[in-house]
């Protein structure tokens, strides 16, 4: 399943307004002031990204209970390394909000060089959706099952690629973790985003 976070830039300002709202009514009821302009939701995904759905799902929601406009804004790139660094980089004031994916956690994991601390540098809010992965194939491959499609896998080492959103998603692990349990060889080629990836399986290309 894979699992789509808000996250907001407050960084060490998040534990300063929860003690001052603790200690501090006044300070409290100045905070449920927010919104008070509009706050800028960043997707680090192509449109079509199911993280990019679910945000522009929830974006109208939340104008219409904050009485604000919410603008959904996409800032793809790196495995999602450019639009966290916008979040990370923002004024830390909760205008500027991450709509993300298992990725975060991936990418601290697997680069040792982030221009962000992902522990330090993000307050999460809530978890907003999960998502079931599944696998697709192009018709042309002319497979029926996971077992058909294994067996022509074996067959053919090496010889069948297979799409991903791009080097660290979730369909990227979830592709490795499928070679290593079904014991194939297959070859990952990375897109920028889901809705390039499908389009290319869909008509065969992976």
């Known amino acids: 399943m894979i699992e789509r976070w808000l996250v907001a830039r407050f960084s060490f300002l998040v534990p300063c307004f929860l003690l001052c709202a603790a200690v501090a009514p006044a300070a409290a009821s100045a905070a449920q002031t927010?919104?008070?302009?509009?706050?800028?939701?960043?997707?680090?995904?192509?449109p079509g990204a199911t993280a990019d759905i679910v945000a522009r799902r929830l974006a109208p929601?939340?104008?219409?209970?904050?009485?604000q406009q919410v603008v959904v804004d996409n800032r793809a790139g790196a495995g999602g390394t450019i639009g966290i660094n916008i979040v990370a980089k923002?004024?830390?004031?909760?205008?500027t909000l991450l709509v993300h994916?298992?990725?975060?956690a991936v990418s601290a994991a697997l680069y040792t060089r982030l221009p962000y601390d992902s522990v330090k540098d993000f307050a999460p809010i809530t978890q907003i959706s999960m998502a079931p992965s599944v696998v697709v194939v192009a018709p042309a491959l002319g497979v029926k099952s996971?077992?058909?499609?294994i067996a022509l896998a074996r067959a053919?080492?090496?010889?069948?690629?297979?799409?991903s959103a791009g080097i660290g998603s979730g369909t990227h692990f979830?592709?490795?973790q499928f070679k290593y349990a079904a014991?194939?060889?297959?070859?990952?080629?990375?897109?920028k985003g889901p809705a390039e990836a499908l389009l290319d399986t869909a008509t065969g290309r992976v």
């Open 146 to 149: 996971v077992k058909e499609l």
């Open 183 to 191: 014991g194939i060889d297959v070859v990952h080629v990375p897109y």
């Open 156 to 163: 053919k080492p090496g010889q069948i690629n297979y799409a």
């Open 101 to 104: 994916s298992v990725a975060f």
């Open 174 to 176: 979830n592709g490795e």
């Open 90 to 95: 923002a004024v830390p004031d909760g205008y």
């Open 61 to 67: 929601r939340l104008s219409e209970g904050w009485s």
């Open 34 to 46: 927010y919104p008070t302009r509009p706050v800028r939701l960043i997707v680090p995904f192509t």
